[in-house]
Nanobody, 123 residues
Framework: EAQLVESGGGSVQAGGSLRLSCSASGFTFDDGAITWFRQAPGKEREGVSCISLSDGGTHYTASVKGRFTISSDNAKNTVYLQMNSLKPEDTAVYSC????????????????WGKGTLVTVSS
């Protein structure tokens, strides 16, 4: 059974850093895309960053460009999201998703989701 498990969330002050991990099992980790989404209280879920597992291509939503970096370790079946210069508006539950054939922030393209990890940034 395909499974995604996120870790690395926590509480930090503005300007701090966190690294999130998305560990995958039960499916091939050399094709398709894995995307980090986030959902803040009272807001819609939004795509944050995506990586193509076949060629390593990456995409970021405008609000995190230059601050977040997505990467993958295909040997470990893990995708990382390095988050620097965190802002209070980055506070959200971050979830990773898999199953889309290519990078997209359209959430309905993804068939597998983790349960999420909470990131809280205080000012």
């Amino acid at each position: 059974e395909a499974q995604l498990v996120e870790s690395g969330g926590g509480s930090v002050q503005a300007g701090g850093s966190l690294r999130l991990s998305c560990s995958a099992s039960g499916f091939t980790f050399d094709d398709g895309a894995i995307t980090w989404f986030r959902q803040a209280p009272g807001k819609e879920r939004e795509g944050v960053s995506c990586i193509s597992l076949s060629d390593g291509g990456t995409h970021y939503t405008a609000s995190v460009k230059g601050r977040f970096t997505i990467s993958s370790d295909n040997a470990k079946n893990t995708v990382y999201l390095q988050m620097n210069s965190l802002k209070p508006e980055d506070t959200a539950v971050y979830s990773c998703a898999a199953g889309a054939p290519f990078c997209t922030f359209y959430r309905y393209s993804y068939s597998h989701w983790g349960k999420g990890t909470l990131v809280t940034v205080s000012s």
